[in-house]
Structure formats: structure tokens, C-alpha cells
């Protein structure tokens, strides 16, 4: 089983940078499918990033060149740099996890979910 657990939210200007890590706990998450989504009051939950164990990325259409996904293998970490952060931008944001094959779209679901942390953008 994967525990995930997000930190690095907070309360920001717009135009300021945040940076938020996912730590997985209980396993080693480097053959996993790992990605980024946001929910917003109101709103359905949207994919933000995702990456794959070969370093593959799917970048959101609404984060493009302001937001980037990576990976510390060593760590068993995964963070989100978040640039140029918008009003929009705010929601909670959750890290996640599935096994499987590569799938360069959101259609396939995560299997592991983090609590969320909180961006708010100002």
C-alpha cells in the first residue's frame, strides 16, 4: 500500500512561486505512475501533471510553461514547481499514484491519493 502525503501549500501573491512534495511512504513508488491534480470549489477535479518512471510527462493545458513535475527517486519524493501562480491556480492540490503502463492522457485513474494540500493565490 502507498501513503502519500502532500506538503508546501500556503497562502501566496499572484505572480509568486510555491513549491509543493508529495513524499510516498511504504514502498518505493520508482516503477509508479505519479501525478499532480487540483480541485477547486465548485469545480471537477482537473490533472495538473503526471510522469511516468521513464521521465514521460503530461503538463495540464492550463499549467503549460508555469508549472513543472519531478521526481527524486532517491527520496521517494515528487514536487510540483509552480510559477507565475495565478487566482485560478487556487484549489487543493493532491498527489497520486497508479501502476501501469505509460498512458499519455488523463483518462486512466489513480489508484492512491494523498490528503490534498491547500493553494491559495491572491
Known amino acids: 500500500h502507498v501513503q502519500l502525503v502532500e506538503s508546501g501549500g500556503g497562502s501566496v501573491q499572484a505572480g509568486t512561486s510555491l513549491i509543493l512534495s508529495c513524499a510516498a511512504v511504504?514502498?518505493?513508488?520508482?516503477?509508479?505512475?505519479m501525478g499532480w491534480f487540483r480541485q477547486a470549489p465548485g469545480k471537477e477535479r482537473e490533472g495538473v501533471e503526471q510522469i511516468d518512471a521513464d521521465g514521460s510527462k503530461l503538463v495540464g493545458d492550463s499549467v503549460k510553461g508555469r508549472f513543472t513535475i519531478s521526481k527524486d527517486n532517491a527520496k521517494n519524493a515528487l514536487y510540483l514547481q509552480m510559477n507565475s501562480l495565478k487566482p485560478e491556480d487556487t484549489a487543493m492540490y493532491y498527489c497520486?499514484?497508479?501502476?501501469?503502463?505509460?498512458?499519455?492522457?488523463?483518462?486512466?485513474?489513480?489508484?492512491?491519493w494523498g490528503q490534498g494540500t491547500q493553494v491559495t493565490v491572491s
Open positions: 497520486a499514484a497508479r501502476l501501469g503502463a505509460w498512458c499519455n492522457s488523463w483518462t486512466v485513474g489513480f489508484d492512491y
Open positions: 511504504g514502498r518505493t513508488y520508482n516503477n509508479y505512475v
